[in-house]
């Protein structure tokens, strides 16, 4: 949406929060951009006292506006905590002027403080949505991103050098297993060995011996015959 205002150096549009105004053309500082007006509410009429909407300016302890009319454009004007505009009010006249406070540019939002009351009891509580306020989260969810990656980089960390430590000592383990398994196997191979050379060793006696009785019994039949 986008409502033209005539000659005006604004026009009505399409914001972050909603309707905003936007500079049609450059707007110097400490201009007078527009007056936010509509029906004086008297707080000492019980009538006036009891209405109740997110349009009123109070100008004094007696006085507010009731900017709620659409022929309020001002109306349209955006809350930010890093503002380009400022309202100046003056308690005599009843009057409410939107002032600008730096250069606008063209298609740049007007903007203005709304003050600490209409901020604690309108926007606080769904969380105030300017550029500056939408930085800051920005800046806060990217911290706690940050933290939240270094938090479970460390954690990974912690994890394998956990898993590292408890690999070394299961190796240590499955070594000195493997220690104790060949010292065990290196006396019962000497066993074997040992058992087999004297087996090899009887063997070659007994051959020895019925060689010796074999020869013997040759020589005697030699010398019978």
Not at 200 to 211: C, E, F, I, L, R
């Amino acid at each position: 949406m986008s409502v033209s205002t005539a000659s005006k150096p604004y026009r009505i549009g399409r914001s972050k929060t909603g309707l905003g105004l936007f500079a049609t053309q450059p707007i110097k500082k400490g201009v007078k951009i527009i007056r936010y007006f509509g029906p004086l509410l008297d707080s000492k009429n019980e009538k006036h006292d009891a209405i109740e909407n997110k349009y009123l300016f109070q100008i004094s302890k007696r006085w507010t506006v009731d900017g709620s009319i659409r022929k309020n454009v001002a109306r349209y004007i955006n809350h930010s905590c890093k503002p380009n505009a400022e309202s100046d009010v003056n308690p005599a006249k009843k009057k409410i002027i939107i002032r600008s406070i730096k250069k606008i540019e063209p298609g740049e939002e007007i903007n203005y403080d709304y003050g600490t009351e209409y901020f604690k009891e309108y926007l606080k509580p769904i969380g105030c949505k300017c550029e500056g306020c939408e930085a800051k989260r920005a800046k806060k969810r990217a911290k706690l991103r940050a933290e939240k990656a270094k938090a479970k980089e460390k954690a990974e960390r912690k994890e394998q050098k956990r898993a590292d430590k408890a690999k070394r000592k299961k190796d240590k383990a499955k070594a000195k297993k493997a220690d104790v398994k060949k010292a065990l196997k290196k006396p019962a191979k000497a066993a074997k060995k040992a058992k087999a050379a004297k087996a090899t060793k009887t063997t070659k006696a007994v051959g020895k011996k019925a060689k010796a009785k074999k020869a013997k019994a040759k020589k005697a039949k030699a010398k019978k015959g």
